[in-house]
Structures are given as C-alpha cells and as structure tokens.
C-alpha cells in the first residue's frame, strides 16, 4: 500500500518536474485545488498560532557605529534575524531587482521552461526546489525559484536576457559593500576585530535566490518554505509588500519559541555558518515562509553571503580567540562542501547544523 502511494507521489513528482512550468505554471492552467504533492502527510496546520507580540529587532545603520554594533551584538545573541534600517542600497535598485524577479516568473511559460533544471549546474537556474524528504512533510514548496550564482569568481550569467540580468546585476552590485559593512560589523560584535571574518571565510560566495510564491487557492494546505535555517554567514533578504516570512524567538519569558510574523521591509538573516564560527555568540534563525494570499504573488530576493573558500582543505570551526576553558569549542570543524552534503542528506532545519556539534563528555 506505501509502496503504490510513494509510486505514485514519484510518478505525480516526474509530472510536475517534466511541465516545466513550476508551480506558477498549475496556477496559469487554472487548478482551483491543491495537487497533493504539496501536502504534508500528516497535518499539522502549517499556519498555527502565530504571535505578534513579540517585537522583531530593528538595526540603523546610519547611527554611530558603536551603536550599531551593540544592536547587532543583541540581535545576534537573541534572534538571529534584524530589520534593517539605511542600508544605503538605493530603494529604486532594489525595487528594479524584485521587479525583474517578478518578470521573469511570469514570462509566457515557453520562455522561462528553458531554464527549469533540478541540478543547479552553471550559474543560473531555475526550478520549484524539491524539500529534502522528511517524515510527513510535504514533497515540494508552494515557490518557484530563480537561482542565479555571482560567485566565487565572474559567472558567465549571459544566458539570462539581459532585461533580468542587468537589475540583478546591479542589485548585487550594490550589496556588495554592505555585504562587508555586515561582516566588518558582526566581527566587531563578535569583539575579533573588523577583519577577522573577512579573512577567515572570503565571504563572496554569492548566492542569489529569487522566489516566486503563487497564489494558492487553499494557502492554509501549502507551505512557501518549510522551517530552516540559512547555511550562509548571513543572507539578506528583500522583498514585496505581500508577506509571508515567519521566524521563531523565544518568548522572553522561558515560556518557549513561538512563530513571529515578520513585516515585509529588508531584513538580514543570520545563518548556520555564522553560529559555527562565533561557536555559538550568535544564533542562526529559524524561519518559515507561509502563503497568504488566494490573489497575489509574493517576491522576494535571498541573497546568501557564503564562504567563499570552498576547497577540502578549507576548514571552518569556532575561531580561536572564542574558545575558553569556560566556553570550550561547541563544533568541530568541517569544510563547505562536507557541510551542504550534509544538509543535502538530513535536511535545512536547526539540526543540521547540530550534527557538527561537540558532544560534552559529562
Ligand atoms: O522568501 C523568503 O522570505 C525567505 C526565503 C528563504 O528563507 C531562503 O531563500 O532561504
Ligand atoms: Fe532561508
């Protein structure tokens, strides 16, 4: 019986993947219900009790930079994630950015099925991304995804039409000295000095997300993303005005960690690599995202700052100046690659990260 039930989810997956059209496509063609391939097995509502009491942390960086620092110092400690406040990237390049993001889902089908690929080879890609297989969750997100890599390195990305190319371009561009603001900033809260994770991690391994949330006919069935943490050292995130983006903070009060609606302006993630080097001063945020509307479609740009070293013989672990007899290293070191295999084989969530970690003796 689960065997003619997996056959069949396969044979409905191969479907799906062989339109290449995404989940963008079933929409154009009308469904008005939701294909269960991207249902959850078992049902937990996806959507349970979110609460909106819980404040999200705001960082200017436009104030003195010791102030800065200090609230990123708290929201790295507490959080993992921030608003962020003048980030100096000018909002007309980042609206030209989620626009072409926009354009290029909703091409004639034709057009954007020449990029579909499940293996992201190359520097550009596009594909609804399959979730790595956990008991009951569903096997694919409610989101189609333009994958575009900037780097380590100059990536060929001409195969793009230039239309969606050049805004993209231009966003990275200009992320590119915020990118080390951010690093210069967080090593600063670290306390390891300016450079420190400049010159530990490279960080230009750019990695840039542009997702597609369709509407649902039934948002409450579906997930946009399931419950991960980001691998990069940070990722920052723009989007559209529609909503979506959940991530999860204690309350406080010891009482737990609860879903937190985030409002849809710029913020920054902090990943798994990060909560590694700092060997746990700060935290990796768990985030969701879930669908909110029958009408609109949701955009938004992830764009990952990775680790540009990436050979065998790169090993990331907790930075020496961390480790004290008090706080002995938390992790043990790997490289990137060993890293996303890893998630690639247990899945996005917290506990990817949690199987580098030393296990105290006592
Ligand atoms: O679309 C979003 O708001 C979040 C995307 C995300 O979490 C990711 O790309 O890792
Ligand atoms: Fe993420």
Redesign the pocket.
């Known amino acids: 019986m689960a065997a003619t039930q997996d056959y069949d989810a396969a044979a409905a997956l191969a479907v799906f993947h062989e339109s290449r059209a995404g989940v963008c496509g079933l929409v154009q063609s009308g469904v008005n219900a939701v294909p269960p391939i991207f249902l959850a097995a078992t049902a937990p509502s996806p959507q349970s009790p979110v609460t909106t009491a819980l404040s999200i942390p705001a960082v200017d960086f436009s104030l003195p930079r010791s102030d800065t620092v200090a609230l990123i110092r708290a929201a790295a400690s507490s959080c993992g994630f921030f608003h962020v406040i003048n980030h100096g990237v000018a909002a007309g390049v980042v609206d030209s950015a989620v626009s072409a993001v926009r354009a290029f889902h909703e091409q004639p089908r034709a057009a954007r099925s020449a990029f579909y690929s499940l293996e992201p080879v190359g520097a550009v890609n596009y594909s609804t991304i399959p979730s790595v297989p956990q008991q009951g969750a569903p096997l694919l997100p409610w989101?189609d995804?333009l994958r575009v890599r900037f780097g380590p390195g100059e990536p060929d990305l001409s195969r793009l039409p230039a239309a969606f190319r050049e805004p993209l371009q231009e966003y990275q561009r200009s992320l590119t000295g915020f990118g080390k603001e951010m690093a210069g900033l967080l090593s600063e809260a670290l306390g390891v000095g300016t450079e420190r994770l400049e010159q530990a991690m490279q960080v230009e391994g750019w990695l840039m997300?542009c997702?597609y949330?369709p509407p649902c006919p039934e948002p409450a069935q579906v997930m946009?993303?399931l419950e991960?943490t980001?691998p990069s050292l940070f990722?920052v995130?723009a989007?559209d005005g529609v909503g979506?983006?959940q991530v999860r903070r204690d309350d406080g009060t010891g009482g737990g960690r609860e879903w937190v609606d985030?409002a849809p302006v710029t913020g920054a993630?902090l990943g798994d690599v990060l909560k590694v080097v700092s060997n746990d001063e700060s935290q990796s945020v768990e985030?969701?995202?879930v669908i909110k509307s029958t009408q609109d479609a949701?955009v938004?740009i992830?764009l990952?700052f990775n680790p540009a070293k990436r050979d065998k013989s790169d090993l990331f672990g907790p930075l020496p100046e961390l480790v004290t007899t008090e706080k002995p290293a938390q992790y043990r070191s790997f490289t990137v690659p060993e890293f996303m295999s890893s998630r690639r084989e247990y899945g996005h969530s917290r506990s990817s990260v949690e199987r580098f970690k030393v296990r105290s003796s006592h």
Do not use: C, E, I, P
């Open positions: 989101r995804t997300a997702h949330y946009g993303s991960h980001d990722t995130l989007q979506g983006l985030v993630l985030h969701r995202v949701r938004s992830a990952f």
